[in-house]
């Protein structure tokens, strides 16, 4: 199948360019290459017609030929060898801990920021940084329990972090639903291969929202808070909500009284202990932020700092998304956990550093250039790839605000064989591992490998153009 | 001097309300300037109120008026003693304007010399500041003169803003109350680096009673001063401080939100009465109501709104 594959620079998932396929490929391919063509379509579009049947969509904002469109799905699978997977799990272990550390100190003590290690201007100018909470208690001590971490790979295949997603990171369902729809389309090649399992993730979110239970609560009722069917992750709030046997609401159906949060049944009230949130900070509470939001419980913000819920992710996590304090990370492990980081980030530029901003500004064609606080391919210049026009837009918004702006040389991403206009190429990939924090930390094996489908495309979002591939674990 | 506060605010809503959460920002804290001897806090529909202490420190009491209700009443009680805190001189010199960024990074002044919600800092204001400081050297003289010149530059008209008037609409047209005498002030002062905050209270003098804003600037080794740039002078024993914070935005005396009408009344009246051993001596009163009305239907609202007459209430 993959006779007329060519590697193009950059390094290929499956592929070495000199010994052939990878090891860790070679059972896999020796299955799917047994496959006749026929085959392979009829399993093609079963998949296609099951994913769109079971109504597995997301929605784009500001297109307007029609809001919810289908993740496209990728059959050949992207596989991780169970070494790779150790190294991983060990680095984003590190990582997630750092960040959670430096949440609680910036939170409390701020000893980061006057030990110098970290500018004070970087954390209190940051957006998402929530004043209001300053000296508060989150429940066990635990602000970010549920991380989505973007990798990605160089031309040497060296893993480096992209970003951290601390607030409502999205994606995991379709981990799941490829999942299910790789095992139907090839039911026998999993267990002959030794992939490990995805299925356990809802039940380990469960677990970690369970313990996040005010002190007391023997039996705590966990209920996912969504924006509604508009949101772009809806799909996955129904679905999860599903998976773990908990009440799917929206604002209107939570309600506060005495600082205690009550959800409205069809058999009466019934208290609410744990919300696995998927709304904003800014819309949370209109009373304490954003006063226009209808999405939120007002009072719920009360609630939260008197104990009586608790909030999964914590209030105030989006400054670790920030795309400045992701430049930090490396320093946040050295210095709360006094180790080298196991993952590196990519290379990094600050606009509100001079020296940065001025090597910046002088290279605007080669960089990558991010707004600090956007996400899902929004606010972006991909320098090689922009006009003239657009790079000047950017130029004038850095000097402007060089506070929210970052740069970062362009990396070529690994790349995957992919099945496009009848036949493979190699497609750009990242992944994103799903990171609980509870009791313990628990990373389900693998993740979410999103594709670039355009040709040469780097941008993997699904807002973008981006499809996606089932990840496998190796034992 | 010792003072007795009343503070009573009353909303009247024309349909009812429900599902009212609320802020109140009222108790003056104890604080080398003033003691706090008593403070209680009345609610009407009466119901649990919590407090708990903010990112600035100030005391905020937080309750919740679930059911439905036609009037809202909040009323304070406060005792306190204020000391004299002795002024500067005006012509001390007690950091030049060069070294103001010094201690600026080691004394957390950050908040205070960012924009915020109703102070911008662009490059008109900056010029403003350059203009009115001329050649002064020393950061104490500086804000003073930029004290000055807003007193000049602004004329005290009541009502002519509401409570979410940003500065810049103030410099542009030139008036307003003490609020927005504190936020143009506290704009020049962060333009020239000199960390600047708001801050809410009353004013006990012989011709008004009222909350009242004033502004408190920062200087190395000296800490924070209290200026008024309504009256273009020290604060002094007459003022008893709430809170304070970067702007308005962060001590209004009641906010939250609540379900039902926007058509409301409100009244407030704060009473400051100076007490002298047994016999009380009351200063004045002052009372207004204001009348709100809108067209648009029930949506989850800020209820602080009108807090802005109230200030307004302190002549200059």
Redesign the interface.
């Known amino acids: 199948m993959l006779k007329n594959y060519r590697t193009n620079g950059g390094y290929d998932e499956m592929l070495d360019g000199k010994t052939g396929i990878r090891a860790h490929y070679r059972k896999f391919n020796k299955l799917f290459g047994s496959l006749k063509p026929s085959d392979f379509n009829a399993k093609r579009q079963a998949v296609d017609k099951a994913f769109l049947r079971q109504g597995i969509t997301f929605n784009v904002y500001g297109d307007a030929a029609g809001a919810e469109k289908i993740f496209p799905f990728d059959l050949l699978p992207r596989i991780i060898p169970a070494n790779e997977w150790e190294h991983l799990e060990r680095g984003l272990t590190q990582r997630i801990t750092a960040l959670n550390l430096f949440l609680h100190d910036i939170y409390h003590e701020q000893k980061i920021l006057k030990d110098r290690v970290i500018p004070e201007f970087y954390v209190l100018s940051g957006r998402h940084f929530r004043r209001e909470f300053v000296n508060f208690n989150v429940p066990k001590g635990i602000y970010i329990h549920v991380c989505g971490t973007d990798l990605i790979r160089d031309k040497d295949g060296n893993y480096l972090v992209l970003e951290d997603n601390g607030r409502c990171p999205s994606g995991v369902s379709y981990v799941l639903e490829n999942r299910r729809a790789m095992k139907r389309a090839f039911p026998g090649m999993f267990e002959g291969i030794g992939v490990r399992p995805v299925e356990t993730y809802p039940q380990e979110l469960l677990k970690s929202l369970k313990f996040l239970a005010p002190a007391g609560v023997a039996d705590p009722t966990v209920v996912l808070l969504t924006p509604g069917a508009y949101n772009s992750a809806y799909f996955e709030h129904t679905y999860l909500a599903r998976q773990m046997g908990i009440e799917i609401v929206e604002g209107r159906d939570l309600f506060v009284r005495d600082q205690r949060v009550f959800m409205r049944t069809t058999k009466g009230l019934q208290p609410v202990h744990v919300i696995y949130r998927r709304i904003d900070d800014d819309f949370i509470d209109p009373m304490v932020f954003r006063k226009d939001s209808m999405l939120g419980v007002p009072g719920l913000v009360h609630a939260y700092r008197a104990g009586n819920v608790s909030l999964a992710n914590s209030i105030g996590t989006g400054i670790a998304d920030d795309k400045v304090m992701y430049y930090f990370v490396p320093r946040m492990i050295k210095y709360y956990l006094n180790q080298e980081p196991i993952l590196p980030n990519v290379p990094t530029y600050l606009a509100s550093e001079e020296a940065d901003r001025k090597y910046i500004l002088e290279h605007l064609p080669q960089l990558v250039v991010k707004a600090a606080n956007e996400s899902g391919g929004y606010g972006m210049l991909m320098g090689p790839k922009a006009g003239r026009d657009e790079i000047e837009k950017f130029r004038k918004q850095i000097i402007a605000e060089p506070r929210n702006y970052i740069a970062q040389p362009m990396i070529c991403l690994s790349q995957h064989p992919t099945y496009c206009n009848g036949k493979f190429e190699g497609r750009h990939v990242d992944l994103r591992p799903y990171i609980l924090s509870g009791e313990k930390i628990c990373i389900i094996p693998g993740g979410l490998t999103r594709v670039a489908l355009r040709k040469g495309s780097l941008v993997v979002n699904s807002s973008q153009g981006g499809g996606s591939k089932d990840t496998w674990v190796l034992y | 001097m010792k003072y007795e506060i009343l503070h009573r605010t009353s909303y009247t809503y024309l349909s009812p309300a429900r599902?009212s959460?609320n802020?109140v920002r009222l108790e003056p804290p104890s604080i080398p300037e003033q003691t706090v001897e008593s403070f209680s806090l009345r609610v009407e529909p009466e119901v649990?109120v919590?407090r708990?202490t903010?990112?600035y420190s100030n005391l905020v009491h937080?309750f919740?008026i679930?059911a439905v209700h036609n009037s809202l009443l909040i009323e304070s009680r406060v005792r306190v003693s204020t000391r004299w805190p002795e002024p500067l001189p005006e012509d001390a010199k007690l950091c030049p304007m060069v070294r103001i960024g010094d201690a600026v990074?080691s004394e957390?002044c950050?908040?205070f010399l960012?924009s915020s919600r109703y102070v911008d800092l662009d490059v008109d204001v900056w010029k403003l500041a350059i203009d009115a400081i001329g050649d002064r050297e020393d950061a104490w003289q500086a804000a003073l003169a930029l004290m000055g010149f807003t007193y000049k530059y602004l004329k005290y008209l009541p009502n002519s803003t509401h409570v979410y008037t940003h500065m810049r609409d103030v410099i542009e047209n030139r008036c307003g109350v003490c609020q927005d005498f504190a936020h143009v002030f506290i704009g020049l002062c962060r333009s020239v680096k000199i960390p600047a905050r708001y801050v809410s209270g009353y004013l006990a003098t012989e011709t008004a009673s009222a909350t009242h804003a004033w502004t408190e600037i920062y200087l190395p080794k000296i800490g924070w001063r209290a200026l008024d740039p309504t009256h273009d002078r020290q604060a002094d024993e007459t003022y008893v401080k709430i809170g304070h914070g970067r702007d308005y935005a962060d001590v209004p005396p009641v906010?939250?939100?609540y379900h039902g009408t926007l058509e409301r009344t409100m009244s407030v009246e704060v009473k400051v009465t100076e007490v002298r051993g047994q016999s009380q001596e009351q200063f004045s009163t002052a009372g207004r109501q204001s009348q709100e009305q809108s067209s648009k239907p029930a949506a989850?609202?800020?209820s602080e709104a009108p807090e802005k007459k109230e200030a307004g209430e302190t002549a200059a």
Do not use: A, C, T, V
């Open positions: 599902e959460f802020d649990r919590n708990y903010d990112f937080h919740e679930p990074d957390r950050f908040d960012q906010s939250g939100s989850l609202e800020e």
